[in-house]
């Protein structure tokens, strides 16, 4: 029963550490000029870039769920 625990954490911290790389990329991505012009044009950032955000988010929160669980 460890083990499954373990490995438990393990995918929570993996999950972590991926949801943040996303961030970080939605983030550079967001600072494109690209991504910049569309947001002048539009006023809102484009779809990939959201995407990411919320993947990002979702996958920090699974991540510490996971990780944090007892």
């Known amino acids: ?22 961030a970080i990329w939605a983030y550079r991505m967001s ?11 539009t006023g809102s950032q484009g779809d990939k870039v959201m995407m990411l955000y919320i993947g990002g988010a979702a996958c920090i929160v699974a991540g510490l769920f996971l990780a944090l669980k007892k």
């Open 31 to 41: 600072g494109s000029f690209g991504s910049q012009l569309n947001e002048a044009i």
């Open 1 to 22: 029963m460890a083990k499954s625990s373990q490995n438990k954490k393990l995918i929570g911290l993996v999950l972590t550490v991926v949801g943040i790389g996303l």
